[in-house]
């Protein structure tokens, strides 16, 4: 006789997804070992081409996920020239995802100050040193770059660089993934056809 396949409590629509995204992002934090935080962020280049990296979530709220980046590294310049992404977020622990799609936009200048503001001092250092993916001959190239600007700022605070600041991915679509048994897992899915229009909801065949 076969077992009884597991059971599982249903995924319950939330009043809004980014109060139902809290919820999943605290017992995330609470379980996930790693990074509970990361993120993969997809951009298109100028080509049309797709590019994908993980970053790190710094704030969420119900403007949208905020995270921050050198402006002129490829994700900048990607998201200036076509200012829509999207992320995913795997908690492989918790056997749940969460995607969201929808346009961006740069976080204001007293919020990327007080961010940066927050970050140790090595961080802080780094983000002047740091040439974000434009070529490095080596290693050593970047060291002496780091060691510059340690100097430079041995005895004072660290001013923003106004090459780093932060986006914000205003969602216009947020999906949640639940890992169910013999594949047949569970979507639901949150969509709003403006940022001013109300959500509604919709379940997904696996």
Known sequence: MSAEP?????????GEPIQH???WFAEAKAREPNDPDAMALATVDADGLPDVRMVLLKGVDARGFVFYTNLESAKGE?????????????????????????????VSEAEADAYFASRPKDSQIGAWASKQSRPLEGRFALEKEVALAAAKYALQSVPRPSHWSGFRVQPLQIE??????????????????????????ERLFP
């Open 21 to 23: 995204f809290q919820e």
């Open 176 to 201: 949640f993934w639940a890992n169910r048994p013999f594949r047949l897992h569970e979507r639901l899915v949150y969509r709003r056809v403006s940022l001013a229009s109300a959500w509604t909801t």
């Open 78 to 106: 990607e998201l200036a020239a076509n200012p829509k992404a999207a992320l995913c977020f795997h908690w492989k622990s918790l056997r749940r995802q969460v995607r969201v799609r929808g346009p961006v936009e740069r």
């Open 6 to 14: 597991e059971k599982h409590s249903e995924i319950v629509p939330a």
